[in-house]
């Protein structure tokens, strides 16, 4: 069956209309226009570093000046070129479909932090900002990332109790105030973190004001430990 629907609809980039050989997949140039993280990484943002030593636990000069209230991160993409767009495309172009793929990125990206019994959960969104969208895209990406790993996802674990706006135009000092005391743990679920091991998923790390905003309210309701994914980095050069 899967053989006669490529015949009548062969699969195609999700970047581009270029024929591809399998179903979510990128053509050739598409993929070299799309920077894939791999090599040495800054153990707690994801961020590519010079070095060949997969395993060493170094910093990016981000998270040496600024404290994260996690203990492990990694991203799967630099947030340029064809990453930028294909995450535009997915957060408002409604192109929900890049979901699966994406998680399939994050979750090779994760490999390093995936621990049994560890509950996955993404940033929550406003509920106005959610009815305006129709889906929280870091509730996606999590849902697939922890189908893949198997472990357990609470989509709403979290609550954006007031509206935050977009953090695009403020200085890294103004994203971190914005987001103070935004974040709150869901009253039904609040009770499930203490004690466990926590991912917290998203789409795009800029700053990482918003992640540290959710790793403090996991902390504050007795979370053990806390790791973050994300599809993509922000970095000075992208």
Known sequence: ??????????????????????????????????????????????????????????????????????????????????????????????????????????????QPLLRSGMLVAPVPLHWMRLLKRRYNQAGLLSADVARLAGLEHIPDLLQRRRSTGSQDDRSREARFANMSGALTAHPRHAGRIEGRHVLLVDDVMTSGATLAAAAETCIAHGAAEISVLVLARVTKDS
């Open 1 to 110: 069956m899967q053989a006669l629907l490529h015949m009548v609809y062969p699969p195609q980039c999700l970047s581009c209309d270029a024929r591809v050989t399998t179903d979510f997949g990128l053509c050739g140039n598409c993929w070299r226009d799309t920077p894939f993280i791999i090599g040495l990484t800054c153990s707690k943002c994801g961020t590519p570093l010079p070095g060949d030593d997969n395993d060493a636990k170094v910093l990016c000069d981000d998270c040496i000046a600024t404290a994260r209230p996690w203990g492990q991160g990694r991203a799967a993409l630099l947030y340029k070129d064809n990453a930028r767009k294909l995450i535009l495309s997915f957060k408002h172009g409604d192109r929900i479909d890049l979901a699966r793929p994406a998680a399939i990125w994050m979750h090779r990206a994760a």
